[in-house]
Every structure is written in C-alpha cells, then in structure tokens.
C-alpha cells in the first residue's frame, strides 16, 4: 500500500506560481512512477504531467513550458512547480504513484485557484 498527501494549493493571482508537493509514504519502494493529474469544475480528470522513466517526464501542451514535475527520492515527495498560472489551471490537483505490478493509488487532492 502507498499512501500520498497532497499540499501546497491555494489562490494566487493570474501569472503568479505555486508548488504543489505530494509526499508518498508506506510501500513506496514499489513505486514504478509518479503523476500528476487535475480536474477542473465539470470537466474530466486529465493528466498534467508524468514520468516516463528516470528523468524523462511527459506534459501536457497546455502545461508545457510553464509546469516542471520533479522528485525528491530522499524525501519521497514529487512537485510540480506551476509558473504563469492562467485562470484555465483552476482545478483540483491530484497526484498518483504506480506500482511495478499496476495498482495505482491517488492522494486526496489539492485545489488551485487561478484568479484573472
């Protein structure tokens, strides 16, 4: 079992930044890799950002060039580092880690609020 705890959301201005962390704790030497996933009022659950493998990480283009996922193995915690927040970022964030066998946990989510 892998548990991840979210944190680092809030409001902030359009073009401001923030940086969400998300410690993972219990099983974590199974953890085949991270993501990051959000979900904006109404709409689907997308994934923002996720490793490939070691450090090699995939983005998505509304978030490419503004957002940097990273880790931190002593700490177990991965971040994303948010830059030029738009109002269109507004949204719950959720990170997931997989394991090597396929099960896949989600913390409980952080909320971002991008004000124009």
């Known amino acids: 079992q892998v548990q991840l705890v979210e944190s680092g959301g809030g409001l902030v201005q359009a073009g401001g930044s923030l940086r969400l962390s998300c410690a993972a704790s219990g099983s974590t030497v199974s953890i085949n890799s991270m993501a990051w996933f959000r979900q904006a009022p109404g709409k689907r659950r997308d994934l923002v950002a996720t490793e490939i493998d070691r450090g090699t990480t995939y983005y998505a283009n509304s978030v490419k060039g503004r957002f940097t996922m990273s880790r931190d193995n002593a700490k177990n915690t991965v971040y994303l580092q948010m830059n030029s927040l738009k109002p269109e970022d507004t949204a719950v964030y959720y990170c997931?880690?997989?394991?090597?066998?396929?099960?896949?946990?989600w913390g409980q989510g952080t909320q971002v609020t991008v004000s124009s």
């Open positions: 997931t880690a997989e394991e090597k066998g396929g099960n896949v946990y």
